[in-house]
């Protein structure tokens, strides 16, 4: 019986022809599924809670730059939020600019609090204070022209304004004041009027004030005497001494 062997050319084409089917199958070997880790934080989550941050310091401060940022935590830090400041001015929330002189850097600054800034300035004629670590204060922010005129960052210390000047400034509970006013100021019995509130206010008063120094004089060579009695001090060896039931401290 005669076997027919296969030519040569056919060999040739049936090896052609298994290594097309070899290639189109998977390569062989031991196969698992990589673990890709995934993010901690989903990056629009995180972007919506920077914006809220930033509304709370806009709802605050009315107006954004570098160094009114100083005293923040660290989340509301300017390396935190400028990323997201830029992104809010392009689509038009906030606004940027050049709005208060002696500030270095670039400004930014919410719709309402421009709107405001341009429609009623600040009346010449309020008398407020404020304590030095309130978030709104201006002391510790890093600006040459408020070093110059506002004190150091301390819980112990107030300041009183009258429209936007300082008119008086209290040290150490009260101990050191410094008026940056006239004995005779017409307003000056409103500018005391702080102390008053430190005394009887319902969360941790002051069990009294002790005036011991004004304007970096001892109170009893002071040209304020008279200015402190009239508000209900009381003087005593060391001072002055403003407390509950006694002078014009028992009023409230």
Same mark, same amino acid.
């Given at each position: 019986?005669?076997?027919?062997?296969?030519?040569?050319?056919?060999?040739?084409?049936?090896?052609?022809?298994?290594?097309?089917?070899?290639?189109?199958?998977?390569?062989?070997?031991?196969?698992?599924?990589?673990?890709?880790?995934?993010?901690?934080?989903?990056?629009?989550?995180?972007?919506?809670?920077?914006?809220?941050?930033?509304?709370?310091?806009?709802?605050?401060?009315?107006?954004?730059?570098?160094?009114?940022?100083?005293?923040?935590?660290?989340?509301?830090?300017?390396?935190?939020?400028?990323?997201?400041?830029?992104?809010?001015?392009?689509?038009?929330?906030?606004?940027?600019?050049?709005?208060?002189?002696?500030?270095?850097?670039?400004?930014?600054?919410?719709?309402? *609090?421009?709107?405001?800034?341009?429609?009623?300035?600040?009346?010449?004629? *309020?008398?407020?204070?404020?304590? *030095?670590?309130?978030?709104?204060?201006?002391?510790?922010?890093?600006?040459?022209?408020?070093?110059?005129?506002?004190?150091?960052?301390?819980?112990?210390?107030?300041?009183?304004?009258?429209?936007?000047?300082?008119?008086?400034?209290?040290?150490?509970?009260?101990?050191?004041?410094?008026?940056?006013?006239?004995?005779?100021?017409?307003?000056?019995?409103?500018?005391?009027?702080?102390?008053?509130?430190?005394?009887?206010?319902?969360?941790?008063?002051?069990?009294?004030?002790?005036?011991?120094?004004?304007?970096?004089?001892?109170?009893?060579?002071?040209?304020?005497?008279?200015?402190?009695? *009239?508000?209900?001090?009381?003087?005593?060896?060391?001072?002055?001494?403003?407390?509950?039931?006694?002078?014009?401290?028992?009023?409230?």
């Amino acid at each position: 019986m005669e076997i027919n062997q296969p030519s040569k050319q056919s060999r040739k084409r049936r090896h052609r022809g298994f290594n097309r089917w070899k290639s189109s199958r998977p390569i062989s070997g031991n196969w698992f599924v990589l673990q890709v880790p995934q993010e901690t934080e989903d990056l629009l989550k995180k972007e919506i809670l920077v914006k809220d941050r930033i509304r709370q310091l806009f709802d605050r401060y009315g107006i954004l730059f570098r160094d009114i940022l100083a005293t923040e935590l660290p989340l509301f830090k300017w390396s935190k939020l400028f990323k997201t400041l830029r992104i809010m001015e392009l689509s038009g929330e906030i606004l940027s600019g050049y709005f208060f002189k002696d500030i270095q850097g670039i400004q930014f600054i919410s719709h309402q *609090a421009f709107r405001k800034l341009n429609a009623s300035p600040l009346s010449e004629n *309020a008398i407020y204070w404020m304590n *030095a670590t309130d978030p709104v204060s201006m002391c510790g922010v890093g600006l040459e022209a408020l070093k110059k005129q506002l004190p150091a960052r301390r819980i112990t210390t107030h300041i009183v304004y009258h429209g936007t000047s300082v008119v008086l400034i209290s040290k150490k509970k009260g101990k050191k004041l410094h008026f940056l006013c006239s004995p005779d100021a017409k307003d000056i019995q409103d500018y005391l009027s702080f102390l008053k509130v430190l005394i009887t206010r319902e969360f941790n008063p002051y069990p009294r004030i002790l005036v011991e120094e004004v304007n970096e004089k001892p109170v009893h060579e002071s040209n304020y005497q008279d200015v402190l009695r *009239a508000f209900g001090f009381v003087e005593s060896h060391n001072g002055f001494v403003l407390m509950l039931g006694i002078g014009r401290g028992s009023s409230n």
